[in-house]
Nanobody, 121 residues
Framework: VQLVESGGGLVQPGGSLRLSCAAS????????MSWVRRAPGKGLEWVSG????????YYADSVKGRFTISRDNAKNTLYLQMNNLKPEDTALYYC???????????????WGQGTQVTVSS
């Protein structure tokens, strides 16, 4: 199993970024997936999740209305569109394969290496 994130970077407040996560080594379309982040000096925070078919999406209150999770099962890729970014969104963002159908920062069995998002003027 391999998960490889990309798309992070430095952006000004109010800007946008699109994160991608390329999955391999398992049947991507069978699994619920999540984005989880770790801000400097803080613990893991679950950000967003999506079911295996992509029809149901869920968000943490801190990002609701600004972030959009999606997936392309034909391309084995998970996405996170992040709009109206705020300095408090600065974190290392991980994609993670869910263990079952519960969305949680810790109930995931495989993780990528993370991609850094920095929101600063």
């Amino acid at each position: 199993v391999q998960l490889v994130e990309s798309g992070g970077g430095l952006v000004q407040p109010g800007g946008s970024l699109r994160l991608s996560c390329a999955a391999s080594g398992f049947t991507f379309s069978n699994y619920y997936m999540s984005w989880v982040r770790r801000a400097p000096g803080k613990g893991l925070e679950w950000v967003s999740g999506i079911n295996s078919g992509g029809s149901y999406t869920y968000y943490a209150d801190s990002v609701k209305g600004r972030f959009t999770i999606s997936r392309d099962n034909a391309k084995n890729t998970l996405y996170l569109q992040m709009n109206n970014l705020k300095p408090e969104d600065t974190a290392l963002y991980y994609c993670a394969r869910n263990m079952g159908h519960t969305y949680n920062a810790y109930l995931n069995d495989y993780w990528g290496q993370g991609t850094q998002v920095t929101v600063s003027s």
